[in-house]
């Protein structure tokens, strides 16, 4: 089945600074099935974004985080064989802290993993995810995390 429209989706790069690690899973389905990623998924209709996060993270690695904020957005577009568009995903990344470290794969996620930078970009990552590593070990090595607030406005 295609898509009618892009899909708004959140993740969550969880950085344990005393560690100097960061958690990824490895992706039971598609898209991107074996790879590994960040936690994340579908943001319910409804939803705030804060509450998506950490519901996805629960429901991937079974531990509470507190979300700091967004540090990257993406668009992540696969086309089928003939130019159709299979997956349109828009992703926005949150920076979160764990406020626990033992992670336990749940529902879309075979593995998870706590491992520095370095190690992850050894593993098969998902293209986002290894675009989002990249700009997040910047701007550690520039000592500058830019973090945008987020505003969850529901009327009604």
């Known amino acids: ?21 960061i958690l990824l899973i490895r992706r039971a389905s598609d898209p991107g ?22 519901r996805e993270v629960m429901e991937e690695v079974n531990i509470d985080c507190e979300v700091l ?19 349109h995903y828009v992703i926005i990344d949150f920076l979160a802290k764990p406020k626990s470290k033992v992670a336990k794969p749940e529902t879309d996620a075979l593995d998870a993993i706590w491992m520095s930078l370095d190690d992850a970009f050894k593993l098969p990552l998902t293209y986002s995810t290894r675009n989002l590593l990249k700009k997040f070990k910047k701007m550690l090595a520039d000592r500058k995390i830019e973090i945008i607030g987020v505003e969850n406005l529901m009327f009604g």
């Open 33 to 54: 099935k074996g790879k590994f990623s960040i936690p994340g998924g579908v943001v319910e209709l409804g939803e705030n974004l804060t509450n998506a996060v950490k």
């Open 1 to 21: 089945m295609y898509p009618e429209a892009p899909i708004v989706a959140v993740g969550a790069l969880i950085y344990d600074e005393e560690e100097k690690k």
């Open 69 to 87: 904020g967004v540090i990257n957005i993406a668009n992540v577009v696969e086309r089928d064989d003939e130019g159709r568009v299979k997956w």
